[in-house]
C-alpha cells in the first residue's frame, strides 16, 4: 500500500480528535460502568456476593491479557502498521495475513487456557481467594467457570480493535466497551431473577460477545476475510514473539498487582475487596477518558512517525500528549480528592451498600487518587517505546514497579486494611512513572522541557486556585440542601464541581494555556471561543519535521 493509499484509508484527522472520539466514548462506557456497578452495589452491597464477582473475573482476565492485551499492544499494531505504509505493492494483502493468522493462533491459545481454568477451577480460585470458604467460595468457583468463556470471545474483539486501530478508525472500537457494559447490566438486572447468581456470569458473556459484533463490519469493511491460516510468516511471528515476550512479563507484573489485592484482600474485612474494585473504578475514570484515550489515539501516529524515521514528529507526539494528558488529570485529581465522599455516596450509596461500606470505599479512593497521574500518563509512555519496538524496558520498569508495590502491600496492609493496599499501588505506580519518563527523556535526548515547565506551572497553579474554590462552595452549598438525602448530597457534588472546573477553565484561557486553545479548536463552531492572545496554536498532531 503506497502512502497516498494509507492516508485515503485511514484518513487525516489528528491526535487530539481522535482522542476526543474515544475518550468521548470512553466517558460513556464508564458512567454506563458505574451505573453497573451500582446496580450490584444496591443489589448486593459491599458483602459476600460482590467479593466473589470480583475475585472470579481475575484468572480470566489474567488469560486475556497476558495473551491478547500482550500481542496487540506491544507488538500487532507497529507491525501491521508497518505492512500497511510501507509502500510495496501487495503488502496490504500480506498485512491482512498477518492479522488473520495471529487472529486464528490466539483465539486457539486462549480457547485451550479458558477450557483448562474452567476445568481446574475447584483447585485454582482458592489460590487467589485464601479467605474465601464454604458457599463464597463455591459462588467464585462457579461463576468463575462461566467468565472462562470471556477471553474467548473478547480475543476475537481485540483483533478486530488492532486493525481498526491501525486504520484510525475509532468509533466502533470507542463503542465496544459501552456494549460490553450493557450486557452486564442486562445480566445483573434481568438474568439474575432468572437464574440467580449465575446471570451475573452470563451478563459477562453476553458483554463479551456484542463487544465482538459491534466491531465486527467495521473490521469486513477495511478489508478482514477469515481463513485457515496459522502462519502467515514465520519471519513475522519470530519478530511478534520477541516484542510480544516481554510485554507479556510486564503484563503479568500488572496483573500480579491486582493478584496480591485479591490474596490480602481476601483475608481483610468483608467487603475489602469490593471497596477497592469501586475505588478502583472510580480511580480509573479519567485515566480511560484522558489517559488511555490520548495513547490509544497517538499510538497509530507514533507507529508510522517510527515506521516512515520521522524522529522529530515522534518526539513532538510524545510531548504534546504527556502534557495534554495532565492538563485534564491533575485539576480532576484534585477536585476526587476533595469530593471522594460525595462521589462514592452518589455513585453507590443506596439500598444494600450503607454508609459503612461509603466509608470503607472512599478512604480506599483517597490513597488511589494521589497517582492519578501517574496511570494517566503510564500508557503513553509505554506505547512510545512500543512504538519504537523496544518492549523490554517498560517491561523491566513494570516488573520493578510490581515488586515495590507487593513489598509495600504486605507492609501496609496490616497496619492500615485496605487502604494500605491502594496506598501501596499508588507509590508502586508513582515509581514506574518516574523510571519510564527517566528512560524515554534519555533515549530521545530530551523533550521540549522549557515548554512542559511552563505548562506544568500553569496547570498547576490553576488547579490550586480551582480547588480552594471547590472546597469553599461546599460549605454555604450544605447548609441549604439536605445532606441526609441523595438530592442534597448529589447538589452539593453538581454545583461545586462546576465552580472549580469553571474557575480552572477560565484561568487556563487567562493564561492562554496552549492545551486549552488547540482543544478549543475541536469544540463545535458554536461553543468556541476566540482566543484572548490571538496565539496560533498549532494543530495536534500535525507536527513540523
Known sequence: MSPDQYKRLTGNGSIVSAALIVGASSLLSRIIGLIRERV???????????????????IPDLIFNLIVLGALSAAFIPLFTDKLVNGKKGRQSSAFDFAISLFNLIVLGVGVLSVIYALFAPQIVPLIAPGFEGEKLALTIRLSRIMALQPILLSVSFIFSGILNSFKRFV???????????????????????????????????GGALHLIVQLPSALRVGFRWKPLLISSYDDFT?????????????????LNLLVVTILGSGLLAGSITAFHLANNIYHLPIGIFGI????????????????????????TVTRSFRYILFFVIPISAFLFLLRAQTVRVL????????EDTILTFETLKFLVISIFAQATIPLLTRAFYAERNTRTPVIIAIVAMVVNVVLALALSPIM????????????????????????????????????IRSLAKIVLATIVSAAILQLLKYPIAMV?????????FMQLVITLTGGGAMYVWLCWLMQCDEI????????????????GGTDTPRFGEVPE
Do not use: C
Not at 40 to 58: K, M, S
Not at 239 to 255: N, Y
Not at 293 to 316: D, H, I, L, N
Not at 348 to 355: K, S
Open 40 to 58: 450490584f452495589t444496591t443489589t448486593f452491597g459491599a458483602g459476600d456476593t460482590f467479593d466473589a464477582f470480583v475475585a472470579a473475573f481475575r
Open 172 to 206: 466502533a472500537y470507542a463503542i465496544a466497551p459501552v456494549v460490553y457494559n450493557l450486557g452486564i447490566i442486562f445480566g445483573a438486572v434481568y438474568l439474575v431473577p432468572l437464574m440467580g447468581i449465575m446471570g451475573l456470569g452470563w451478563g459477562v458473556v453476553l
Open 239 to 255: 519478530q511478534l514473539w520477541h516484542m510480544m515476550l516481554p510485554r507479556v512479563f510486564g503484563l503479568a507484573a500488572q496483573q
Open 293 to 316: 484515550a490520548f495513547a490509544q489515539a497517538a499510538f497509530p501516529t507514533m507507529a508510522e512517525q517510527v515506521s516512515r524515521k520521522k524522529r522529530a514528529a515522534f518526539k513532538q
Open 348 to 355: 453507590f450509596g443506596d439500598g444494600a451498600f450503607d454508609w
Open 417 to 452: 486494611g485496605v487502604q494500605g493496599l491502594a496506598l501501596a499501588f499508588s507509590l508502586a505506580s508513582i515509581v514506574q512513572l518516574v523510571s519510564l519518563l527517566g528512560m524515554l527523556h534519555w533515549r530521545l535526548h530530551g523533550f521540549d522541557d522549557g515548554q512542559i
Open 481 to 489: 440542601v439536605d445532606m441526609q438525602r441523595f438530592w442534597g448530597v
Open 517 to 532: 486553545l488547540a482543544v478549543n479548536k475541536y469544540l463545535p463552531r458554536k461553543w468556541r471561543v476566540n482566543s484572548v
